[in-house]
């Protein structure tokens, strides 16, 4: 299945910056993209990013064992923006190198926990998470009916000019 | 001589937009709705220019009336009822017979899902309130839309010749930030359906403002500077044979678009899983 991500040149610049700033403790930042979607001709889908859902420095818990953890707050707050707004959330982290990033091993693994929970508030819409490197972006979309998550087939970033990860 | 991807046309004399120009322009899938007077233009042009993909939609046939216009169009076409569509695509094919092209003799809103996959939509159609709709439609699945309108007015005893090509890139300034559209002239418009007459129409400043959409698009894709397109609304004076950019853009420029803000205007207005699982079905078959 195809699943083609977009978010504006604008949206993917304020993600970056704020998901850049220090943290008083964690080693990076974590948010979560407020995403609609669409069907395709072909049967794939588009998701379409709008804004970040930031998760609060409180929210994060003091673990050396991942560059971020989120705590159960983070994850409730989340949950209650899929509900309240009636949107796909994709998890968003940094990576700070060129070329295709990939998903860490933990990454695979709490994602695999806690992005189908979303599926609790708004069970028909696809969710999913995604990394960024400097110039490419890697990502998993969870679509209901399907256990298993697909892998995002492209990413375009709608601006002057236009670009595609 | 460097090839496009797919395409039997040779591109060096553009290699200037870049080195993987022909490439980008082949994967491209580009939507002109509208293809009369302006849009036989554009798919003219972006067949030269090596795009990949069209999808050509005009529910209409070629009449005796279109032939002072119509890009590609023959006596012949008038007496067989040639659809509009189809003659742009044989214009396009013509140039780069493998372009992947799609022809819906429908009017848009028939085969607006042809559109989401769509990189640029061009929207060459008359009805103030049918750009309104099609700009929504782009804009939903952030898709950037290129508009161009063209007008002879009589002013006194005399005719004026204007008309202005926008580009409504989604997270900027739309039509209606841009004074295109308003609701004076959606209300006038509506009056008048039913009643609207032919159009006066000419085929030179229809292919000047379709060079200026497609150069919009080039620099969208293929931008052979790294300052970036300038202007977003051109504007034309046919008396004056000038070009400039609108005088409304500085004032455009810092302000963020109201009219596309909230989240519902993005993805499908109905979506359901249920949708989703249908459509993944029929797209097996």
Redesign the interface.
């Given at each position: 299945m195809r699943i083609v991500f977009k978010i504006t040149k604008r949206l993917l610049e304020e993600v970056r910056a704020r998901l850049s700033r220090p943290h008083p403790f964690a080693f990076e930042r974590v948010g979560f993209l407020l995403c609609r979607a669409g069907l395709l001709q072909d049967g794939g889908v588009v998701v379409l990013s709008h804004g970040l859902h930031d998760v609060e420095d409180g929210d994060y818990l003091d673990d050396s064992a991942a560059g971020a953890t989120m705590g159960p707050h983070a994850i409730r707050k989340a949950l209650q923006a899929a509900y309240n707004q009636g949107v796909s959330m994709f998890h968003v982290h940094l990576h700070l190198h060129s070329g295709r990033p990939r998903f860490s091993g933990i990454d695979q693994e709490e994602t695999a926990k806690f992005v189908p929970d979303f599926w609790n508030v708004q069970p028909d819409l696809p969710h999913g998470a995604i990394v960024l490197s400097q110039d490419s972006a890697f990502g998993k979309c969870w679509i209901p009916g399907r256990k298993a998550p697909v892998d995002i087939s492209s990413f375009a970033v709608v601006g002057i000019p236009m670009r595609r990860l | 001589m460097k090839e496009g991807v797919n395409s039997k046309l040779k591109l060096d004399c553009q290699s200037f937009l870049g080195e993987n120009s022909a490439a980008v322009l082949d994967s491209s899938r580009i939507a002109i709705v509208g293809v009369g007077g302006g849009g036989s233009h554009i798919a003219q042009q972006l067949g030269h220019l090596g795009v990949g993909e069209f999808v050509l939609i005009d529910p209409d046939v070629v009449e005796d009336t279109n032939l002072n216009r119509l890009v590609g169009a023959t006596q012949r076409d008038v007496s067989k009822g040639t659809a509009k569509a189809s003659v742009a695509a044989r214009v396009v094919a013509s140039v780069n017979p493998c372009a992947r092209i799609w022809v819906e003799t429908t009017e848009w809103q028939m085969c607006a899902?042809?559109l989401?996959?769509c990189?640029v939509i061009f929207g060459c159609v008359d009805a103030i309130g049918e750009r309104q709709q099609l700009e929504t439609a782009a804009r939903?699945?952030?898709?950037?839309y290129v508009d161009i309108g063209m007008d002879v007015h009589r002013i006194g005893g005399e005719f004026s010749i204007g008309g202005q090509v926008a580009l409504s890139?989604?997270?900027s300034s739309c039509l209606r930030c841009m004074g295109i559209i308003d609701d004076h002239v959606l209300e006038l418009e509506a009056k008048q359906y039913g009643a609207a007459g032919s159009r006066p129409q000419v085929v030179w400043p229809n292919g000047l403002l379709a060079s200026l959409a497609v150069g919009f698009f080039v620099?969208?894709?293929t931008?052979w500077r790294t300052t970036?397109?300038p202007s977003v609304l051109l504007e034309f004076d046919g008396e004056a044979q000038t070009v400039s950019p609108s005088n409304k853009l500085p004032y455009l420029a810092e302000r963020n678009c109201p009219h596309f803000a909230d989240?519902?205007s993005?993805?499908?207005p109905f979506?359901?899983?249920q949708?989703?699982?249908r459509?993944?079905?029929?797209?097996?078959d």
């Open positions: - | 899902i042809a989401r996959s990189d939903r699945y952030l898709i950037p890139m989604p997270g620099q969208l894709f931008p970036y397109l989240i519902s993005l993805g499908d979506w359901t899983a949708g989703l699982r459509s993944a079905a029929t797209a097996k």
